[in-house]
């Protein structure tokens, strides 16, 4: 399998995973933590697969998630550089979370900003 089909694959697997996560109460801890767990997952496939998509499609070379970003804007693959952009800050405090209250604010961008553009990324890179 190429790479890009292989990358592209476990990202529309891990974004089903969120998907799927999201429809339940943030009200739960254990629900906001999972939520948030399915996040960095997406989102760490996310980048791959785009990296895959410009080096296979593009032939760019995307060294790590912000360079996967900005040239995927450059390309107009996504639309919104700084939702992705904020989108990969909150992938990297999701592993300080400490309190409920932080968790349940990132489970809320991340069900209600994030897994749309994770969504429309999935439809636009299938064609």
Not at 30 to 56: N, P
Not at 70 to 97: C, G, P
Request: glycine content about 4%; overall charge neutral; charged content about 25%.
């Amino acid at each position: 399998m190429a790479p890009f089909a292989q990358a592209y694959g476990n990202f529309t697997n891990a974004v089903e995973r969120l998907r799927r996560s999201s429809v339940k109460n943030l009200g739960d801890p254990t629900i906001v933590a999972g939520i948030i767990m399915q996040y960095v997952l997406a989102f760490e496939t996310c980048w791959k697969a785009m990296r895959a998509y410009l080096t296979e499609k593009l032939g760019v070379e995307a060294l790590n998630p912000r360079h996967a970003i900005v040239e995927s804007y450059a390309s107009k693959i996504i639309d919104d550089e700084q939702t992705w952009l904020d989108m990969m800050k909150d992938r990297n405090f999701a592993v300080h979370v400490y309190s409920e209250q932080d968790a349940r604010e990132l489970a809320e961008r991340i069900t209600g900003r994030y897994l749309p553009e994770l969504s429309g990324l999935c439809e636009k890179l299938k064609r």
